[in-house]
Every structure is written in structure tokens, then in C-alpha cells.
């Protein structure tokens, strides 16, 4: 068994201000994002066809969920294994990363409610239609597909999420950056992911601005528990969580 460290600084450097760092960094970031876009395609493609065009909205949603988090998986499992020498910090939380967890779920919670406000009373005036749930299509599970989805969050979305955005992409170019600029950059990255597949709907400019700013801000906040806590669990514990209560709170009202 890999015995994988526990912080960041015993994984990578701190910061490489040499040009082949940074050259390294951004082709590492060039090479990444569009191998991930064309297996994310795939793979949900690939499980829409299996599970049937007319299958039900929840089922297409889980089948292309899972597809998805596949495709990041082997990406992510891929490049650690290429670099054998990049490894992904693990280890259990202790109780000196329950204020990050905390805070990045305060914080989660807060920008969420702040871009449903956005959406009900700044985002009408430049005529949003269909909402942020509909082009996010968090509005596609109903009834237990509801608690189904969130379970999968916890089991599957966040852990493999953060593995891939916080574990492997942020740490890749923390090891060339700041702590600021790599959780920035990564936050940016997993906004395009989450973005660009509205792209095909041909949404107005005033949803993708709006998708991007929150999905930046989420992506911040996780990486920003991870850049305190030195392990993925941290920042998966809290996207997942996030992700099972939004998904819940339609079955309390």
C-alpha cells in the first residue's frame, strides 16, 4: 500500500518561479482540460445511449452523473500514475480541519442562496430563461431520484470531483504558483467543466456569467479547504455534503 503524505508541502513544492515550471504548468493545464472534455462527451453519450432516449429524466441524469465522474476518474488516476512522483494527499480529517470543513460549508451554503437571490430578482430583468436549476439541471431528479442523487454526491460526485479539480489539478499547479493563483486557476477549470456543457443549449450571456461566477466561487471554496487541511477528504466531505442537501431540501418542502 502507497503510503501517501498528509500535507501539501510534503507532497510538492511550495512555488517554482523558474520558466519551466510555469511552462510545465500551463501545458499540463493545456493537455488536461480538452482530453477531459472529449471523455466527459464521450462518456455521457455513451450512457445516454445504453439507458434509452426515453428513459425517465432522473435515470439519464444518474446514468450521465456517474459517466461523467468515470471520465474525471480516469483522467485523474491516469496522470498520477504517469508522474509517479505526484502524488495525491489523503488522510482522515482530525479536529484541526473542522473549522475549514465548517467554514467551507458556511460558505458553500451562503453563495448558493446568493445566486438563487441573484436569479429570482437581478437575473429576470435581463431575461434568463429557462432559470439556473433548468440549465444546471439540478432540476432533473424528482421524488427518490432525489435521494438517490444524494447519495451519489456523497459516494461518487464529490470525492471523485475534488480528487481531480483539488487533488490533482490544484496541487499540479500549486507546485508552480501561489497558494492564491493555483486555488484560483483550479476554481476556474472547474467552472469551464461544469459550464461548458450549458454552452450546447445555446444559453443567453447573462446565464453563463452568471453559471461561471458561481461555479468559480464554489470552486474557491473547496479549494481553499483543501489549501488548509492538506487532503482532498476535506473539500470532497464538503462538496458532497453541499451537493445531498441541495438535493434533499425539495423533499422537506
Do not use: C
Not at 471523455?39 to 459517466?67: R, Y
Not at 467554514?103 to 442562496?113: E, I, K
Amino acid at each position: 500500500m502507497v503510503d501517501l503524505p498528509s500535507t501539501l508541502e510534503a507532497t510538492v513544492p511550495n512555488h517554482l518561479d523558474d520558466e519551466t515550471g510555469v511552462a510545465s504548468a500551463v501545458a499540463f493545464i493545456a493537455l488536461t482540460i480538452p482530453i477531459t472534455i472529449v471523455l466527459n462527451l464521450a462518456a455521457s453519450l455513451a450512457a445516454v445511449s445504453a439507458v434509452g432516449s426515453d428513459a425517465g429524466a432522473t435515470l439519464i441524469f444518474l446514468a450521465g452523473s456517474i459517466a461523467t465522474e468515470l471520465s474525471f476518474l480516469l483522467v485523474g488516476i491516469g496522470y498520477v500514475s504517469f508522474r509517479s512522483s505526484f502524488q495525491v494527499p489523503i488522510h482522515v480529517p482530525d479536529r484541526d480541519t473542522v473549522p475549514p470543513l465548517v467554514g467551507g460549508l458556511g460558505m458553500g451554503f451562503a453563495t448558493a442562496f446568493l445566486s438563487l437571490v441573484s436569479t429570482d430578482t437581478v437575473l429576470p430583468s435581463v431575461e434568463l430563461s429557462p432559470g439556473f436549476m433548468e440549465y444546471t439541471n439540478l432540476a432533473a431528479p424528482a421524488g427518490v431520484g432525489l435521494v438517490i442523487a444524494a447519495l451519489l454526491s456523497l459516494a461518487l460526485i464529490g470525492p471523485v470531483e475534488e480528487f481531480f479539480f483539488r487533488g490533482v489539478i490544484q496541487q499540479r499547479l500549486r507546485a508552480s504558483f501561489s497558494a492564491k493563483t493555483a486555488i484560483g486557476a483550479a476554481a476556474l477549470v472547474f467552472a469551464l467543466f461544469h459550464v461548458y456543457p450549458v454552452l450546447l443549449l445555446s444559453p443567453p450571456m447573462a446565464a453563463v456569467a452568471h453559471m461561471t461566477l458561481y461555479y468559480s466561487l464554489m470552486g474557491g471554496i473547496f479549494g481553499w479547504v483543501f489549501e488548509r487541511t492538506g487532503t482532498f477528504v476535506a473539500p470532497a466531505l464538503v462538496h458532497g455534503i453541499f451537493n445531498a442537501v441541495v438535493f434533499v431540501v425539495p423533499l422537506l418542502t
